[in-house]
């Protein structure tokens, strides 16, 4: 039946694809499906379950300290934007993995085009909620690590650290969690100093 909204007390439902089947970038592309989905491999990962007001306050504080990179002429995106990861000398509607990270900092300009990034940008950050944690550890780990991403941060809401994948020869190496009070910088950009106990300023205490 697909996911639902409630409209003026009324549920709403909405059509999704068939999680059982795997699709290309042009089928994605393609898709009359109201909502937020990514590929991985062909196969759908489903976006749409809400993330919450700690996942917008630790996107939207880390966005703010990256912002300066626009200074330098260097574009910074935030999610969703459809990124598409393509092989060499493959076209963009054959990729069969379509993703939407929380920021990403492509340097290559001509990357960016009318339906997304074409191609893997330098600098991915993930926002993890307990929700998306096996996706974003394992999943993206190894599809950004397979796609030559330079460099993958996760910024994990529950433990309020950051930990940054450095890609070497084809392998990301694991950096040792960042926790409050610490000073981080991505390794292209020496120089942008981020502050992580300012990353999760802000996060609530929910009751169950």
Request: charged content about 25%.
């Amino acid at each position: 039946m697909g996911y639902r909204e409630i409209i003026n007390g009324e549920p709403k439902y909405f059509e999704e694809p068939d999680f059982s089947q795997t699709y290309t970038a042009q089928e994605y592309y393609e898709w009359p499906y109201d909502g937020m989905f990514e590929l991985i491999n062909g196969r759908v990962i489903d976006k749409n379950q809400a993330y919450g007001p700690n996942h917008q306050t630790v996107s939207g504080n880390l966005a703010s300290a990256i912002f300066p990179l626009l200074n330098r002429n260097i574009e910074v995106f935030l999610g969703p934007l459809d990124v598409y990861l393509i092989e060499p000398h493959q076209n963009w509607r054959q990729a069969t993995t379509v993703v939407q990270p929380d920021i990403l900092v492509p340097i290559d300009a001509h990357k960016i085009k009318h339906h997304g990034c074409v191609g893997s940008p330098n600098f991915i950050v993930e926002v993890v909620t307990i929700a998306s944690s096996i996706i974003d550890y394992r999943e993206k780990f190894e599809v950004y690590q397979q796609f030559g991403i330079d460099e993958y941060w996760i910024a994990d809401i529950h433990h309020k650290c950051i930990i940054r994948n450095i890609l070497k020869e084809g392998k990301y190496e694991i950096q040792r969690a960042a926790f409050a009070e610490e000073i981080i910088s991505p390794q292209q950009f020496p120089d942008l100093r981020i502050k992580v106990e300012e990353v999760f300023e802000g996060i609530r205490e929910f009751d169950e």
